[in-house]
């Protein structure tokens, strides 16, 4: 009788599983953070308030939820008691890193899910705050003006 311990996927050659699509994604997403938080703290992107704080509500809603998600989450990542022989050990023990332990853990994408949100938030608030400045050095710059042509 043959029995295969390893823990590789049984995935065809070519495919790739879900949680390395979210991964994937999430990393795309995290990259595309860096451009705007990049291109704000160069001063070429600027967002007014109203739309903003939109923004601001949405991120930090999403944050939020993911900051739960993620409490109730790390208090899931626990063996699961699957039985004492050693297909339910075996099984325990892949589920519970499967939520936390591995790269692409539900854990771990979360995480990063939730420092992504926070970071454009940040990048958000920045250039909310240009925007102002911006905002009030041009309009003490039209009354500096205005008041040299009376």
């Given at each position: 009788m043959y029995v295969d311990d390893s823990e590789a996927p049984l995935v065809a050659v070519g495919q790739s599983q879900p949680s390395d699509q979210a991964a994937t994604s999430l990393a795309e997403r995290m990259a595309d953070v860096a451009v705007i938080s990049n291109?704000?703290?160069?001063?070429?992107?600027?967002?007014?308030?109203?739309?903003?704080?939109?923004?601001l509500?949405?991120?930090?809603?999403?944050?939020?939820?993911?900051?739960?998600?993620?409490?109730?989450?790390?208090?899931?990542?626990?063996?699961?008691?699957?039985g004492t022989n050693w297909v339910g050990e075996a099984m325990s023990g892949k589920f519970e890193r499967r939520a936390d332990?591995?790269?692409?853990?539900?854990?771990?994408?979360?995480?990063?899910?939730?420092?992504?949100?926070?970071?454009?938030?940040?990048?958000?608030?920045e250039a909310m705050r240009r925007y102002q400045t911006t905002d009030d050095d041009s309009a003490t710059a039209l009354r500096r003006i205005a008041s040299t042509e009376l």
């Open positions: 291109a704000v703290n160069a001063g070429e992107l600027v967002i007014d308030p109203e739309t903003g704080e939109q923004l509500n949405t991120l930090r809603g999403q944050a939020d939820a993911a900051a739960g998600w993620l409490e109730r989450l790390r208090g899931m990542s626990r063996p699961v008691p699957l332990g591995e790269d692409v853990s539900f854990v771990a994408v979360l995480d990063q899910y939730h420092r992504t949100l926070v970071q454009a938030h940040g990048a958000v608030d």
